[in-house]
């Protein structure tokens, strides 16, 4: 029980770490800051773009910020 714990709370301050880093900078966590989300189904077809759900495409983390609440 020790153990997954400890990797819980190793994931949980990384994921802490990332938000505060991407506050810093001013982008979205979900994209990082690019707007759009890249989704390709496979290696051999072409990768469609998609619109960050997070900030609606603006890239910014205010927009995520007030989404995420």
């Known amino acids: 029980m020790g153990l997954l714990n400890t990797f819980q709370e190793w994931a949980s301050n ?3 770490k990332m938000l505060a880093n991407m506050e810093s900078k001013g982008f979205c966590p979900d994209c990082r800051g690019k707007g759009i989300n890249h989704l390709a189904l ?6 469609t773009s998609i619109e ?4 609606n495409g603006s890239g910014t ?5 007030s ?3």
């Open 14 to 16: 990384r994921h802490e």
């Open 42 to 47: 496979s290696e051999y077809y072409y990768s």
């Open 52 to 55: 960050c759900p997070g900030c």
């Open 61 to 65: 983390f205010t927009d995520w910020a």
């Open 67 to 69: 989404n995420s609440k």
